[in-house]
């Protein structure tokens, strides 16, 4: 179950970095050539560099099922500090993926309205195509962002799993 939510979470991530990334359209605004790409908004680029960042590393994740004779430690002790490493880079890409989606949302919805009290135009009214695209990445970049929960929550499940109530509270058994 992990292996399958963590490859679509891959590929949502991909598709988000690609749509954002790839997505560009020129007008022409009173005689000049006007160009909107990701590089217009900053939480843009930074969505399509955290979210390339969380597929490569969601994709190593799935090498590990693939693979798993790579990751496998020889004790039981080296597994837990495996166990403990993927819970907080999962919780991490979580984190970054969710925060990275927000920015990028706060930001697009300032193009969409604009902001007559510091004189910014509205983008989405002369960029429509850009806009809609740009809708779309951040839905995609949400719905991973929903999927790495489930996945953090199996990863915390899986590492606390190896600690059992006896072990942890000190309980002697009689």
Do not use: H
């Not at 430690?73 to 890409?93: E, H």
């Amino acid at each position: 179950m992990e292996a399958l939510l963590r490859l679509s979470a891959t590929l949502l991530l991909v598709l988000t970095a690609l749509l954002v990334g790839l997505d560009s359209q020129t007008r022409l605004i009173f005689f000049v050539q006007k160009k909107a790409s990701f590089t217009v908004l900053n939480a843009l680029e930074g969505l399509v560099y955290a979210t390339s960042i969380a597929a490569a590393y969601n994709f190593l994740q799935l090498c590990r099922y693939t693979f798993p004779y790579w990751f496998e430690g020889n004790s039981k002790k080296s597994y837990r500090y495996l166990a403990w490493l993927c819970y907080i880079l999962d919780q991490v890409t979580v984190y970054v993926v969710f925060a990275t989606t927000s920015a990028a949302l706060e930001q697009s919805l300032l193009a969409i309205t604009g902001a007559k009290s510091v004189q910014w135009m509205k983008l989405c009214n002369k960029f429509t195509r850009f806009c809609f695209q740009i809708g779309g990445a951040i839905c995609c970049a949400y719905i991973a962002s929903i999927i790495l929960i489930l996945v953090a929550s199996i990863s915390a499940f899986n590492l606390f799993r190896l600690y059992s109530p006896k072990k942890f509270l000190l309980v002697k058994g009689s």
